[in-house]
């Protein structure tokens, strides 16, 4: 039994295990070394002092301490969808593209939290927030950060919808079978909406999702129209 463990692991393509590896270890590593390394490594609003440009890559391998399922999710759709990307591209390829899904879903959000900054600005100079609600909506935004691989592996399921646009999903709880590219245009436009309606103690980047599903398009129909095997 252990051997067939052994070689189920191996037969991993080796940077979807890889990654898997690192975020584990990473989110370990949050756990034991607890605030001071999480937001040294989280994405930050990029006027806060906090701010670093290393945080746009490695912000995609932390994961909230206090949240199992999110790393859990995320390690699962990588290997999911991930998995026969890799094989199909190759390991380089497949590399560089979760890489640049993950950075332009990171400034994605950083786009998005400066639009609603200037936004709030305008609503109190006009009166129509009070500035207390200014004081306390600014001090989220400023002191707000952003972690996780949801970015990225956006990216990667909206390449593998593109890809393979006829696989049909099992979505729990739906008992029928679904095609992969309604369940990836289910998941954007369910993170679209989020985004632009969010609701009270919201703690998802929408906008770092929809970034990353953006990428992720762009690229897979720019190396379909190309043709080749690699774009690097």
Same mark, same amino acid.
């Given at each position: ?13 080796? +940077?979807?295990?890889?990654? +898997?590896?690192?975020?584990?270890? +990473? ?10 390394? +999480? ?9 806060? @002092? ?53 950075? !332009?879903? !990171? ?53 593998? !919808? ?14 029928? @079978? ?15 909406? !989020? ?38």
């Amino acid at each position: 039994m252990a051997d067939i463990r052994m070689r189920g692991f191996q037969s991993i393509p080796p +940077v979807i295990k890889n990654l +898997v590896i690192i975020n584990v270890l +990473v989110w370990l590593a949050e756990l034991t070394f607890g605030d001071p390394f +999480v937001s040294a490594l989280s994405l930050h609003y990029y006027k806060s @002092p906090d701010f670093g440009i290393w945080q746009l890559v490695t912000y995609m391998f932390m994961h909230s301490p206090d949240m199992f399922f999110h790393i859990l999710f995320n390690m699962f759709a990588l290997w999911m969808f991930g998995s026969t990307l890799e094989n199909l591209w190759g390991s380089k390829r497949f590399l560089l593209f979760y890489l640049i899904c993950g950075i !332009g879903a !990171g400034l994605m959000q950083m786009g998005a939290s400066a639009v609603e900054m200037n936004l709030l600005m305008d609503k109190f100079a006009q009166q129509r927030i009070t500035e207390a609600d200014y004081i306390n909506h600014g001090r989220e935004i400023f002191n707000g950060i952003a972690l996780g691989a949801s970015g990225a592996v956006m990216g990667v399921m909206v390449g593998f !919808g593109y890809t393979f646009p006829n696989t049909p999903l099992i979505i729990i709880p739906i008992p029928i @079978p679904i095609k992969a590219k309604y369940v990836i245009i289910g998941y954007v436009l369910i993170d679209l909406f !989020g985004g632009i309606n969010p609701s009270s103690g919201d703690s998802v980047a929408h906008f770092a999702h929809i970034g990353g599903a953006l990428i992720g398009l762009i690229l897979v129909m720019t190396m379909n129209k190309m043709n080749r095997k690699t774009f690097y």
